[in-house]
């Protein structure tokens, strides 16, 4: 006979407890500690639960296994096939998170409109919005797919029939906080609901090889909501980034086993929907002002990309005893960083200033071949001195105040030479190996000393 046990657990990070507390232990997060009951001794076997197709599994020698590769399947959004690595993986989990009204479902409704507009049966399952309402979106994105079926439902068991009475080749589940187990007693969203039915639907995609996108919400710090092991379970994470105020919308991968995560697809949201960007490079460049002090332009890579973005700082005399130092689009400790060694490797009277640094356009930059622009912008604004508009800087800064060789500097360097840049900043140690392009001038410096004084004169 099974019995139930009453337990509390946190919404953030799943530690348990057998009694509430206002703060949890494990993640220190408020108020996250919610009731559930947990089913004890013998259950009922589930009627929905799905076992692998062909024989029992038993254990198999490696080498006897045949590695067959199946093709992705790829759609008309450029981008997106080249966060997943080029193209969507038959049988694959892929789970989307994303603050909310950023273009998560405009997003999957396109997708899976092009899907169906390629002789696949695709089954949008929506636990958020009635089937009129998706029918309204759908309008405004001009979708006409007759592949294309929607079902409004928040149970696990119903949508498991209508699985197997359709046979789709892809289900969008939207989204899985909504979604409940009838056989779990937790609410819709608590972190038994969402590790369940995560499995379950794992289960689906691994036994009947449909690929399964899944809808997951954000907590306030901008990670998904729910236990850590929904990330861990599924094959892809896929961020959707942005801002409410800006159009762009960026697409990352934190995890992907069948790609690389280091890839970023850029979108623009128009009122016909999602439209990928081709140049972003262009894109983030084309409002920057000339002549500006603290304005900087660097050459990143993201994934196999390499991005043009421009890194703005603005430094001013402090008013209080402690300045204060803020980033957007920069890790801040990182401009705390590069200002120590400023102030002790080139001179700069930092302590009492201000400092404000931006990202424009929205991106978040995070590889150290940034740092040499960051450093260049601050000494650019405490100087009052603009940098050349068609200078490209480019370097990792070392604490002693070197200039360290990157990656791929050759792709970075060939990006700026396209988008018209005549002069591009690198470490002295990339030079050499590679031909540069004709039509821009390739500087090496060895220092933070060095770049000032090609840059700023001084």
Same mark, same amino acid.
């Given at each position: 006979?099974?019995?139930?046990k009453?337990?509390?657990?946190?919404q953030?990070?799943?530690?348990?407890?057998?009694k509430?507390?206002?703060?949890?232990?494990?993640?220190?997060?408020?108020?996250?500690?919610?009731e559930?009951?947990?089913?004890?001794?013998?259950?009922?076997?589930?009627?929905?639960?799905?076992t692998?197709?062909?024989?029992s599994?038993?254990?198999t020698?490696l080498?006897?296994?045949?590695?067959?590769?199946?093709?992705?399947?790829?759609?008309?959004?450029?981008e997106?096939n080249r966060?997943?690595?080029?193209?969507?993986?038959?049988?694959s989990?892929?789970?989307?998170?994303?603050?909310?009204?950023?273009?998560?479902?405009?997003?999957l409704?396109?997708?899976?409109?092009?899907l169906?507009?390629t002789d696949?049966?695709?089954?949008?399952?929506?636990g958020e919005e009635?089937?009129k309402?998706?029918?309204?979106?759908?309008?405004?994105?001009?979708?006409?797919?007759?592949?294309?079926?929607?079902?409004?439902?928040?149970?696990?068991?119903?949508?498991?029939?209508?699985?197997?009475?359709?046979?789709?080749?892809?289900?969008?589940?939207?989204s899985?906080? +909504?979604i409940?187990?009838?056989?779990?007693?937790?609410?819709?969203?608590?972190?038994?609901?969402v590790?369940?039915?995560?499995?379950?639907l794992?289960?689906i995609?691994?036994?009947?090889?449909?690929?399964?996108?899944?809808?997951?919400?954000?907590?306030?710090?901008?990670?998904?909501a729910?236990?850590?092991?929904?990330?861990h379970?599924?094959?892809?994470v896929?961020?959707?980034?942005g801002?409410?105020?800006?159009?762009?919308?960026?697409?990352?991968?934190?995890?992907?086993?069948?790609?690389?995560?280091?890839?970023?697809?850029?979108?623009?949201m128009?009122?016909?929907?999602?439209?990928?960007v081709?140049?972003?490079?262009?894109?983030?460049?084309?409002e920057?002002?000339?002549?500006?002090?603290?304005?900087t332009?660097?050459?990143?890579?993201?994934g196999?990309?390499?991005?043009?973005?421009?890194?703005?700082?603005?430094?001013?005399?402090?008013?209080f005893?402690?300045?204060?130092?803020?980033?957007?689009?920069?890790?801040?400790?990182?401009?705390?960083?590069?200002?120590?060694?400023?102030?002790k490797?080139?001179?700069?009277l930092?302590?009492?200033?201000d400092?404000?640094?931006?990202?424009?356009?929205?991106?978040?930059?995070?590889?150290?071949?940034?740092?040499?622009?960051?450093?260049v912008s601050?000494?650019?604004?405490?100087?009052?001195?603009?940098?050349?508009?068609?200078?490209?800087i480019?370097?990792?800064?070392?604490? +002693?105040g070197?200039?360290?060789?990157?990656?791929?500097?050759?792709?970075?360097?060939?990006e700026?030479?396209?988008l018209?840049?005549?002069?591009?900043?690198?470490?002295?140690?990339?030079?050499?190996?590679?031909?540069?392009?004709?039509?821009?001038?390739?500087?090496?410096?060895?220092?933070?000393?060095?770049?000032?004084?090609?840059?700023?004169?001084?």
């Amino acid at each position: 006979m099974a019995k139930k046990k009453t337990k509390f657990m946190c919404q953030s990070c799943g530690y348990e407890s057998a009694k509430w507390m206002g703060k949890c232990p494990g993640c220190g997060e408020w108020n996250s500690m919610v009731e559930d009951i947990e089913i004890t001794g013998k259950q009922p076997k589930r009627s929905f639960t799905h076992t692998p197709v062909g024989e029992s599994a038993k254990a198999t020698p490696l080498i006897s296994v045949e590695s067959i590769e199946e093709p992705r399947v790829k759609t008309k959004i450029a981008e997106l096939n080249r966060v997943l690595g080029g193209g969507v993986v038959p049988g694959s989990l892929i789970l989307i998170g994303g603050d909310p009204g950023i273009g998560k479902s405009t997003l999957l409704l396109q997708v899976s409109s092009q899907l169906a507009e390629t002789d696949n049966k695709v089954l949008y399952i929506s636990g958020e919005e009635s089937v009129k309402q998706t029918k309204l979106r759908s309008d405004r994105l001009n979708i006409q797919s007759k592949e294309l079926y929607v079902y409004a439902e928040t149970s696990l068991e119903a949508i498991h029939q209508s699985i197997e009475q359709l046979s789709p080749d892809f289900v969008v589940i939207d989204s899985i906080q +909504t979604i409940y187990h009838p056989e779990v007693t937790s609410a819709p969203g608590s972190v038994t609901q969402v590790r369940e039915c995560t499995a379950e639907l794992m289960r689906i995609a691994k036994t009947k090889n449909i690929a399964i996108f899944i809808v997951g919400h954000v907590t306030k710090e901008g990670s998904i909501a729910g236990p850590r092991i929904l990330e861990h379970m599924v094959d892809t994470v896929l961020y959707f980034e942005g801002e409410r105020h800006h159009t762009y919308r960026i697409l990352r991968a934190v995890k992907n086993r069948f790609g690389s995560t280091n890839e970023m697809g850029i979108f623009e949201m128009k009122e016909s929907g999602l439209e990928e960007v081709a140049n972003p490079s262009e894109i983030f460049l084309e409002e920057r002002s000339q002549g500006a002090a603290g304005s900087t332009v660097v050459a990143s890579m993201e994934g196999t990309r390499p991005v043009l973005v421009e890194i703005q700082a603005l430094v001013t005399p402090t008013s209080f005893n402690n300045p204060r130092r803020m980033a957007t689009g920069i890790d801040q400790s990182r401009v705390s960083l590069l200002m120590a060694v400023l102030e002790k490797r080139v001179g700069l009277l930092l302590q009492q200033q201000d400092a404000y640094l931006k990202v424009a356009g929205g991106v978040r930059l995070d590889e150290p071949a940034i740092d040499l622009a960051v450093a260049v912008s601050i000494a650019s604004s405490f100087k009052d001195q603009p940098s050349n508009a068609f200078d490209c800087i480019i370097g990792e800064v070392g604490l +002693t105040g070197e200039v360290r060789r990157v990656s791929r500097i050759e792709q970075r360097v060939q990006e700026a030479a396209k988008l018209g840049f005549k002069r591009v900043i690198i470490p002295a140690n990339n030079i050499g190996g590679w031909k540069f392009p004709e039509d821009i001038q390739v500087i090496g410096v060895s220092s933070v000393n060095e770049a000032l004084k090609q840059v700023l004169g001084g």
